[in-house]
């Protein structure tokens, strides 16, 4: 750390965040899905949404494949997509098992209702094109099936968020990426994803909130006939 001795050590962990995501996003999306908060909101996420053992899932933007393999390792079968091809090469490195493709999230490499349980984390809040990968989610969903989204929330508080950090315990560059992602992330809300699914077949069909209201989440089904 000599370059940056003398520099307070939360200004330097804000420093390696920003230079890793320049440089080295793939080395910056491994560590943040290995963080212990991280990994337990996802898994708490998963875990509460029901899911059949043997069902298909496919995950979008789906990066270093920390989360592919999560759900592997619970339900066996597991596709992921991210249209970034060093992410995806990570992925395959790391989990040669999982089938990962480079794919566009508007314009997927899939059959209609492919899937059992379509999943994206932190991905539909950060996109311009909301609508196309919606539609394009829903339509590699099976009719039965379910569309998982999980996002930031619009009007998560800076006090709110100091509040969350010191109940986890959180110090260091674990504390520090979760207040990059908290200013820096695009948030959404529930409404909006309503906007989105009024001109589908599909309808939210429950939401709950995680991080003491910082993430937001939706499980989205086929409307009965």
């Known amino acids: 750390m000599g370059l940056f001795k003398g520099l307070p050590m939360n200004y330097f962990y804000r420093l390696q965040i920003f230079y890793l995501s320049i440089f080295q996003p793939s080395k910056l999306f491994e560590r943040i899905n290995r963080l212990p908060w991280y990994q337990g909101l996802l898994h708490e996420w998963i875990a509460d949404v029901e899911i059949a053992p043997q069902s298909r899932l496919l995950e979008i933007g789906s990066a270093t494949g920390v989360l592919s393999e999560y759900l592997f390792s619970q339900y066996e079968v597991t596709s992921g997509v991210d249209n970034a091809p060093k992410m995806i090469a990570k992925a395959k490195e790391n989990y040669p098992h999982i089938d990962f493709q480079v794919a566009d999230a508007s314009s997927l490499p899939f059959k209609d209702e492919a899937f059992s349980v379509v999943v994206a984390s932190s991905l539909i809040n950060l996109v311009e094109e909301r609508q196309e990968i919606l539609n394009e989610m829903l339509r590699v969903c099976k009719r039965d099936g379910k569309v998982l989204l999980l996002f930031p929330l619009e009007g998560f ?69």
Do not use: N, R
């Open 157 to 225: 508080s800076d006090d709110a968020l100091l509040q969350v950090s010191s109940d986890l315990g959180l110090k260091g560059f674990s504390q520090m990426a979760l207040k990059m992602w908290h200013k820096m992330a695009k948030k959404m809300s529930v409404a909006t994803v309503e906007d989105l699914l009024k001109e589908s077949d599909f309808e939210i069909l429950s939401t709950k909130e995680y991080l003491s209201g910082m993430v937001g989440t939706v499980v989205i089904g086929g409307i009965d006939e």
